[in-house]
């Protein structure tokens, strides 16, 4: 068949427009945010040249934020105009970005005023303009409140904090932004990009359950810099779990995820965030910000390993280009990312439940994404999971405790932490098991386990620091301590099982410092996940600090954040007998599980096939089943 010329033009364009669609990379597309500073210094055209010429040769951009509003700065009309024209002359699509920062006291950041008649004026007319240059706009995490200045104190009246700013910035998402941005420019997609500390969003007025409706779209701060050197407690599994929880809330309508280089000892930890927030299969990456990717990074603290065979390969990374910069680190990051992640299915995990309004134990989830334990963190309460697991976050459900009775009714299992049963007690949780917080404390760092009569097995050597835990009280043979820590003689159960109508009842102990969780032996977290993971399609056995993110496809990530090398177990459910490394294309031989005994009595046992692997430190291996060498059926 003979095309003609229309055709061809229109299949050219059609084409054309799905390289563009698609952008630089093959499973995400990349952004960089502009601060308002730094578009400003574009005033001198040579500048901006410049910046992009060491941009560009390093890291491949698909999209630039051009901010109009930080620290009430605003910008030009004819600024903006330019800039906008000088990217997308160069196939970049242009966004537009507002902050709403005031300044800071002392280094804490300040809020505007949303009682303060000037500052609703200001922010709607920044609003304004950003809508009339872009046709999307985001809006950066600054949008929460801090004052307490005598105008909020009459507007609060007799509500609580947290109400009465939730109320004030839901109006002031609706009233100074959607609505104004919207009057002015009908298709402009306004999106609200939420910070990493979701544990205490609503003392700051930020509303996960309406402002995701008030807005057209979200995006997600997955920046967990170093858990060390900064105090929020954020964990490294959190730049992966953030997104999986964000995208329940708003689901389709999560952006992506947004990483700086602040607070790290050591560059591999920037390239662990990255990593990590693409495992979750985020949409978008966006680098914060411009001014960063121009200048030269610092290797920092990472002499340890840096002639070990790491993911963060800093030779790789710096070969060939001059004079790099940390648009190369992000750029190296990326690329590696991007040839497998078409690869991972969709992300898969134990359900567990945070209401929207949720809170206690603050950020626990992601201690226990760091032992190995896959989480799918939800804001509904997640009724066809066959287990699901409860922090203290769940508390926030008043029909809580019913709910997990129609779990047990329906012969599901169901894993609360005793923060939750702290919290629950005399909420009606005592009429599942008597079982009780007590004010009680003992320092433990011996450990045992067992199931049933007469079955008790050392759990380590007694070599571990000790660790303080509450004790739990339970009325003996109605319930059983499934794994026990010892102290001085005496033993305290650290798991509780409880039977409860056709459904079985855990209650697993934690420790008050969170951290300590990374001090347990591998022998007591895996006797936890032998009941948490059981016909889960992998599992990860191994020291603290080593991450397992698994896929619908059967593939699956292993991530090492220690500053040294672990060796661990995996074992999988499945009809294979080896997997391939997404990475290298390397084959991993696993081994078959023995046959069953006539003894084999212990209902959480399984038929897995377990392969061993090594991990350097601050690497991660991706793996998928080689259907082509299959175990056979058993």
């Known amino acids: 068949m003979k095309l003609n010329k229309p055709y061809l033009l229109a299949a050219a364009l059609l084409c054309s427009a799905l390289l563009c669609r698609a952008g630089n990379y093959t499973n995400f597309s990349v952004a960089v945010y502009i601060p308002i500073p730094v578009v400003q210094s574009f005033e001198n055209p040579q500048k901006l040249q410049a910046d992009w010429d060491c941009i560009s040769r390093q890291l491949k951009v698909d999209k630039v934020y051009i901010e109009v509003q930080r620290d009430r700065r605003l910008l030009s009309d004819d600024l903006t105009e330019r800039v906008k024209k000088?990217?997308?002359?160069?196939?970049?699509?242009?966004?537009?970005?507002?902050?709403?920062?005031?300044?800071?006291?002392?280094?804490?950041?300040?809020?505007?005023?949303?009682?303060?008649?000037?500052?609703?004026?200001?922010?709607?007319?920044?609003a304004e303009f950003a809508a009339r240059h872009f046709d999307e706009v985001i809006q950066d995490d600054f949008f929460f409140v801090t004052t307490k200045n005598d105008s909020d104190i009459a507007a609060k009246g007799g509500k609580s904090w947290t109400q009465f700013r939730l109320e004030l910035l839901d109006d002031a998402a609706e009233n100074l932004i959607v609505k104004p941005a919207k009057a002015v420019n009908p298709k402009v997609k306004m999106v609200v990009k939420f910070p990493n500390w979701y544990e205490h969003f609503r003392g700051s007025g930020y509303d996960l359950d309406k402002e995701p409706k008030i807005f057209d779209g979200i995006y997600t701060g997955t920046e967990t810099r170093d858990p060390?050197?900064?105090?929020?407690?954020?964990?490294?599994?959190?730049?992966?779990?953030?997104?999986?929880?964000?995208?329940?809330?708003?689901?389709?309508?999560?952006?992506?995820?947004?990483?700086?280089?602040?607070?790290?000892?050591?560059?591999?930890?920037?390239?662990?965030?990255?990593?990590?927030t693409l495992f979750a299969k985020a949409p978008e990456f966006t680098v914060f910000e411009w001014s960063a990717m121009t200048r030269p990074f610092e290797t920092g603290d990472r002499a340890a390993w840096e002639k070990l065979p790491t993911s963060f390969n800093f030779s790789e990374m710096t070969n060939g280009v001059a004079n790099p910069t940390w648009?190369?680190?992000?750029?190296?990051?990326?690329?590696?990312?991007?040839?497998?992640?078409?690869?991972?299915?969709?992300p898969v995990g134990i359900p567990s439940y945070r209401p929207i309004s949720g809170g206690g134990e603050d950020f626990l989830h992601n201690y226990l994404g760091n032992l190995g334990i896959p989480i799918d963190l939800r804001p509904e309460f997640p009724t066809n999971a066959s287990l699901i697991l409860l922090t203290e976050s769940a508390k926030?459900?008043?029909?809580?405790?019913?709910?997990i009775k129609g779990q047990l009714h329906a012969g599901k299992s169901v894993v609360i932490t005793s923060g939750l049963l702290h919290a629950l007690q005399d909420r009606g949780i005592e009429d599942l098991a008597e079982i009780r917080w007590t004010d009680r404390k003992f320092l433990a760092h011996k450990y045992a386990g067992g199931f049933g009569a007469g079955d008790f097995t050392t759990l380590d050597a007694g070599t571990n620091h000790d660790v303080l835990y509450?004790?739990?009280?339970?009325l003996t043979n109605d319930s059983w301590s499934l794994v026990r820590a010892e102290a001085n003689g005496n033993s305290f159960p650290l798991l509780l099982l409880n039977r409860y109508s056709h459904g079985t009842f855990y209650v697993?102990?934690?420790?008050?410092?969170?951290?300590?969780?990374?001090?347990?032996?591998?022998?007591?977290?895996?006797?936890?996940?032998?009941?948490?993971?059981?016909?889960?399609?992998?599992?990860?056995?191994?020291?603290?600090?080593?991450?397992?993110?698994a896929y619908d496809n059967g593939a699956f990530i292993v991530q090492n954040f220690a500053d040294t090398a672990a060796d661990v177990k995996i074992s999988t459910l499945g009809n294979f007998a080896k997997l391939k490394n997404l990475a290298t294309g390397e084959t991993l031989a696993g081994q078959l599980p023995p046959p069953r005994g006539w003894n084999w009595r212990n209902e959480n046992n399984e038929d897995r096939v377990a392969f061993a692997t090594h991990l350097p430190p601050h690497s991660y291996a991706a793996f998928a089943p080689d259907n082509a060498a299959q175990a056979g059926t058993r």
Not at 329 to 338: H, I, M, N, R, W
Request: charged fraction near 20%; hydrophobic fraction near 40%.
């Open 86 to 126: 000088f990217f997308q002359d160069r196939g970049v699509r242009t966004a537009g970005g507002m902050a709403l920062s005031e300044r800071n006291i002392g280094g804490q950041f300040q809020s505007f005023c949303y009682t303060d008649p000037a500052d609703r004026a200001f922010i709607k007319s920044a």
């Open 228 to 276: 060390v050197i900064t105090d929020q407690h954020l964990q490294q599994y959190e730049s992966y779990n953030i997104i999986r929880y964000f995208e329940h809330i708003a689901p389709g309508r999560n952006g992506g995820g947004w990483v700086d280089t602040f607070s790290i000892r050591y560059l591999d930890r920037y390239a662990e965030q990255v990593w990590d």
């Open 327 to 346: 648009a190369r680190v992000a750029g190296y990051s990326l690329e590696q990312a991007d040839k497998f992640l078409g690869r991972l299915g969709n």
């Open 396 to 403: 926030a459900d008043p029909d809580l405790v019913a709910k």
């Open 470 to 474: 509450p004790e739990i009280d339970f």
């Open 508 to 549: 697993w102990t934690m420790p008050d410092n969170f951290n300590d969780l990374y001090a347990l032996p591998p022998e007591v977290t895996g006797a936890v996940k032998n009941y948490l993971l059981r016909g889960f399609p992998v599992r990860l056995d191994g020291p603290a600090q080593v991450s397992l993110f």
